[in-house]
């Protein structure tokens, strides 16, 4: 929590509010912000927290959950549904949702094989107007497309029981042509299954220079703090190839 819990930058920063769910999964999904020199990225614990926080914020983010209907629970029990909700209705910050986080946008849990719950599911949050179902078997896979209002390359991997079916439009489309998640109609609610996306350097970028105009900020215009690891191990990986005899290496082990 310390790594996360850092004072705000000194010069002109935007900040992101995330959402500590008692059933956190994934937190890596947002290491590559803490790297960025002009975003101050804090832990929202409670209602009072979000309320505290809210003039300063660009954007807050519910990220992964091991237990989406018992996260979305202490949400309400808390406060912080109330809070998200009514930070979603003026408009003036982005809401975001990351797999679990994503689902909790909705306006229906269901869980028909009780894989979290004894009730069979529940209400989402009633951003997005979409309706998950948790299915017994787990999507495990590595995905990558391009973000649609950026025309961004992204890439990362989705790890989730839940299917989920919606009536906005996708912010992402993948290689095979399909989506990964969904958007509101003013684009400042949205989210996807897709762990990671935050990795790609460019897009990353775009995101927080739109934060930072929405906050009357000047635009960076450029990557500031490289993170994505991709590039260079497709660059080493072709270095290698070319150093050395890999089909000799093959017929060495067999493979051919």
């Known amino acids: ?19 500590d769910l008692p059933h956190i ?22 209602a009072n927290d979000l309320a505290g926080a809210a003039p300063y914020l660009a954007a807050v ?26 930070l979603a209705a003026e408009g003036k910050v982005q809401i975001i949702g990351i797999c679990g986080g994503f689902q909790m946008l909705g306006d229906e849990i269901r869980d028909p094989c009780r894989l979290e719950s004894d009730s069979g ?3 989402g949050l009633g951003i997005l107007r979409m309706t998950t179902t948790l299915a017994e078997a787990k999507v495990l896979r590595r995905r990558q497309g ?28 993948m290689e095979d042509g399909s989506g990964a998640g969904a958007v509101s109609m003013n684009g400042r609610v949205w ?3 897709l762990h990671g996306i935050f990795d790609a350097d460019p897009f990353r970028r775009w995101f927080i220079d739109g934060l930072r105009t929405a ?16 590039p260079a191990f497709d660059r080493l990986a072709d270095i290698v190839r070319k150093a050395l005899d890999i089909p000799g290496l093959y017929r060495l082990m067999d493979l051919q």
């Open 146 to 173: 391009v973000h649609l209002p950026s025309m961004l390359h992204v890439h990362g991997y989705e790890i989730h029981h839940g299917l989920t079916a919606s009536s906005h439009r996708t912010p992402l489309c």
């Open 191 to 193: 989210g996807t299954y």
């Open 121 to 123: 599911g529940g209400s």
């Open 1 to 19: 929590a310390g790594l996360y819990d850092r004072k705000p930058p000194a010069g002109d920063h935007v900040g992101i509010g995330l959402i």
């Open 215 to 230: 906050r009357g900020l000047v635009p960076l215009g450029r990557v500031a703090a490289p993170y994505d690891l991709e």
């Open 25 to 46: 999964s994934n937190f890596t999904d947002f290491e590559p912000l803490l790297a960025e020199p002009d975003v101050h990225l804090r832990i929202i614990r409670s």
């Open 61 to 86: 983010i519910l990220p992964g959950s091991k237990n989406v209907i018992g996260d979305l629970a202490y949400l309400n029990r808390s406060g912080l549904a109330g809070r998200i909700n009514s």
